[in-house]
């Protein structure tokens, strides 16, 4: 009988899908403690909660896994109502943003399923597991597990947090498992260089408290590191066995500390494997200097991302990012001069936007050397600082943060002051007034590669106007 099956839900909120490396650490570490484990991504495999039966035995396995970020959970109710039909004994087990963030409400709504995994995933399911290979487990032996949540007699417990301190111990994710051949050019950020592009992840954890982030719910505030080694072993692997020419460092914090960053550089100009990659999820500035830049620049990074957010002091300080725009005006231009693009993250609807701190923001934003900017709209996801806030002072409430409202492409929360017309225009502003100079549309026009990267590109341009 096979052990575990994990299954990453349709969503509707993206244009492109890319491997959830999360699963693949799990079917990894799962693989290695000896149980077995196969991997459905239903985005890239089309199919819907409907057709999961006719697609997979669901009822063969002795626990189901699903990755849940809190837009997806419509989506995985839809699921999980599909598999108690089809297998009521079966167990099954909820991962991911969602219910680490807020796990009471999260087993609520979800009421099917019969665990969370409330943190990191790869020790709970293992022991999970090695539990359900002696029948039902005991509330008292559930007890014993980490990162879980599991009901008692109606009530729901939550059990204590652990976090895996040598990553190395899981490794790289099971990318046979994750079968990179099925996301074609799909990639964050929609741009590359060179393809096949695949995603990588050296470390967790993040010990910075900005008000609007909620990974701390699930790695916790300690970065801990894989090896370079671990890192340039996978790279390895993906170039010679699925012709990788390019990869993407996902982290929140790939630069933190800076010592760790760079050797992970300068050991990859050893191996000289003529790779690009990029940084797309966000680089911290004040940890970068000339001296790490250079060293990830000769070893083949062309491009980052970094967290600007806002052009106003205010809202800088709110959010507790502990940067100031001078800083983010000097090392922006560090890394221009090291001749690695630059794509700023901003953000439109603070709970302290005005009309004022939007102009300021603008304006700010208009000054630096980017190429890109990736551009979104606030939204109080849960369990995060500023969130919670606004609970507690009663400018939202928990039917606020539903999972039907939490949507990246919608404005879910409105400042007071402003309206959600002025906010969408705001929006629209920053967007063609960044986008509509010469000098980015000629870049960006440079960046397209395929004529289905164009049409990847132009679905992209076209959200925006939403």
Avoid at 197 to 214: A, D, E, Q, T
Avoid at 281 to 290: I, M
Avoid at 402 to 407: I, R
Wanted: proline residues 6%; aromatic residues 10%; hydrophobic residues 40%.
């Amino acid at each position: 009988m096979p052990d575990l099956l994990l299954i990453k839900p349709q969503s509707s909120y993206n244009l492109q899908y890319t491997p959830p490396l999360g699963l693949g650490f799990i079917a990894s570490y799962v693989k290695k403690s000896g149980f077995t484990v196969q991997i459905i991504d239903c985005n890239v495999r089309g199919i819907s909660a409907l057709k999961l039966p006719a697609n997979i035995k669901v009822q063969d396995y002795k626990l189901i896994g699903f990755q849940a970020f809190d837009m997806d959970l419509e989506s995985v109710k839809n699921y999980l109502q599909v598999l108690r039909r089809e297998c009521a004994g079966t167990r099954i087990i909820i991962g991911g943003p969602a219910p680490s963030s807020n796990p009471e409400s999260v087993f609520s709504f979800l009421n099917e399923a019969d665990y969370l995994a409330v943190g990191e995933g790869e020790t709970t399911t293992v022991k999970l597991l090695e539990l359900l290979r002696l029948g039902v487990p005991e509330s008292a032996a559930l007890a014993q597990l980490p990162n879980l949540a599991y009901r008692q007699d109606g009530r729901i417990f939550i059990t204590g947090h652990e976090y895996m301190e040598e990553l190395d111990k899981i490794g790289a994710p099971d990318w046979d498992e994750l079968n990179p051949g099925l996301y074609g050019n799909a990639v964050h950020g929609f741009f590359y260089r060179r393809l096949p592009v695949l995603p990588v992840m050296v470390s967790r954890g993040c010990p910075f408290r900005c008000s609007f982030c909620g990974s701390r719910n699930i790695t916790g505030y300690k970065v801990r590191r894989r090896s370079p080694e671990s890192v340039i072993e996978e790279l390895e692997y993906l170039k010679n066995k699925y012709g990788l020419k390019e990869f993407q460092v996902i982290d929140d914090n790939f630069t933190f500390p800076n010592a760790e960053a760079l050797k992970f550089a300068e050991e990859l100009i050893k191996r000289r494997l003529d790779l690009l990659w990029t940084c797309p999820n966000g680089l911290r500035l004040d940890t970068l200097d000339a001296r790490l830049l250079s060293a990830m620049k000769k070893s083949g990074c062309y491009e980052v991302a970094v967290g600007i957010e806002s052009g106003d002091p205010g809202i800088l300080k709110d959010i507790g990012k502990g940067i100031k725009l001078e800083t983010i005006r000097d090392k922006i231009k560090l890394i221009y001069e090291q001749g690695i693009d630059i794509i700023g993250f901003v953000m439109v609807g603070y709970p302290l936007e005005t009309l004022e701190t939007l102009r300021r923001s603008l304006r700010f934003i208009l000054s630096l050397p980017l190429i890109r900017i990736s551009l979104t709209r606030f939204v109080p996801l849960p369990g995060t600082p500023v969130t919670d806030r606004l609970i507690a002072s009663g400018e939202i409430s928990l039917g606020d943060i539903s999972s039907d409202k939490l949507q990246y492409g919608s404005f879910s929360y409105i400042p007071r002051g402003l309206t959600e017309k002025q906010l969408r225009r705001w929006y629209r502003l920053f967007f063609l007034r960044f986008l509509l100079r010469p000098r980015i549309i000629w870049h960006n026009l440079k960046s397209i590669r395929t004529f289905s990267h164009a049409k990847i590109v132009l679905q992209k341009i076209i959200s925006f106007f939403k």
